[in-house]
């Protein structure tokens, strides 16, 4: 083993004693690595474990693609190569869309996405993906781990038949791309325009004609003419698919989704049917996963931003009117869903509930 080997090896075990430590001091936290899971694993049976999981994201992307590489990667280290993955790419066996459904079907074992997927069934998987002025990646993480989070989350997959968890958490997106100059709301009228979910909504009630499309076709319809905006990902993500060619005008920030959680899940059946170990082991590559993610994201947007400055891409922050404006109306869109979906409320009640307390505490300590 050379010493890059013995440093990586070195430092994994580190960061899994490091987990194992908190697992054993979470007390009754039922997002936690469960203590009896650690005793029974000393006597874990000797077999291998073999998944087939397939990603959302592309494995070649930064932050989101290379995610789902390290997950594998940090698995198959934890696990001693007892427990190894199967990674497919994104529509090797569904259409991202459909992954959900994938898994269901037994197509393939698990998967490795975001809750927007589910959350055609389940609306309040918003919450933990594409929310409005929503927490920070290291709120969304604090609330999943030392809050409610983590066990609502698994909650709504329940739901489905899916055992789900946090796997990864994903920066801040960029505002999108425009062909326009925005300089008030007004200037979204008529706008032909790619933003998803709850976001969508807002815009459409500014008079932009909201156009669902598929992320393979975002770059595409942009460079054709057939939208006039889009917002896309993280700017490393956009960088990498070359959206600075297109001589369009970037806006920041991203208030349609400020973070995201990363999902890892498999059918309930089959993750009972696991070995308790191998259940252990694969949370604490996902919790090892999630401080990757927070620690990955900042550098690679600054990387990517600095990028774009040096090929004349035109950036733009939104006018603060626009901002209170989508604030306002955002707000507006929360209240309404709540209203009329149970589940959606009291989750959205809990996160904000948790926000309130830590960010009384960093208002406090903030110098």
């Known amino acids: 083993m050379g ?19 908190l697992a054993m001091d979470a007390g009754a936290r039922p997002d936690a690595p469960s203590p009896v899971l650690l005793a029974q694993a000393a006597d874990a049976p000797p077999e291998r474990t073999r998944l087939h999981m397939q990603t959302a994201f592309n494995p070649g992307i930064s ?67 594409s929310l409005p002025f929503g927490p920070t990646p290291d709120e969304y993480v604090s609330w999943m781990i030392s809050g409610d989070g983590g ?15 946090m796997c990864g958490v994903a920066g801040p997106e960029a505002g999108g791309w425009f062909r326009s100059e925005m300089r008030s709301v007004a200037d979204l009228k008529g706008l032909r325009v790619r933003y998803q979910g709850l976001a969508g909504e807002v815009l459409a ?43 369009l005008i970037y806006y920041f920030p991203g208030w349609h989704q400020p973070a ?22 694969i949370e604490l590559a996902c919790r090892a996963n999630v401080a990757w993610t927070l620690a990955r994201a900042p550098a690679e947007q600054a990387r990517a931003m600095e990028y774009f400055r040096q090929q004349g891409v035109t950036i733009r922050v939104w006018p603060a009117s626009m901002m209170e404006a989508f604030h306002e109306t955002s707000m507006n869109v ?10 959606f409320r009291s989750v959205l009640d809990n996160l904000r509930g948790f926000l309130d ?11």
């Open 3 to 21: 010493a890059s080997s013995i440093k990586a090896a070195g430092l994994l075990a580190a960061v899994t004693a490091g987990f194992l430590a």
């Open 63 to 129: 932050v989101l693609g290379e995610a789902s590489r390290q997950f594998v990667t940090s698995l198959k280290a934890i696990s001693g190569g007892q427990v190894s993955i199967k990674m497919l790419e994104a529509g090797a066996r569904a259409p991202t869309a459909e992954l959900l459904e994938a898994v269901e079907r037994g197509d393939v074992d698990a998967a490795f996405t975001s809750p927007s997927y589910a959350a055609a069934r389940i609306p309040a998987l918003l919450i933990f993906s």
């Open 151 to 165: 066990r609502l989350h698994r909650g709504l997959y329940e739901k489905l038949g899916m055992h789900a968890m």
């Open 205 to 247: 009630r500014f008079g932009a004609e909201i156009v669902p499309l598929q992320a393979g076709e975002v770059f595409y319809k942009l460079q054709q003419g057939k939208i006039d905006a889009a917002e896309f990902s993280m700017p490393s993500v956009d960088r990498a698919l070359g959206f600075d060619k297109l001589s």
């Open 260 to 281: 995201s959680v990363i999902d890892f899940y498999m059918s309930k059946e089959k993750w009972e049917a696991l070995p308790a170990d191998r259940r252990m082991q």
């Open 334 to 343: 929360l209240r309404e869903q709540a209203d009329k979906d149970e589940k």
């Open 357 to 367: 307390s830590a960010r009384a505490w960093k208002r406090l300590v903030r110098p």
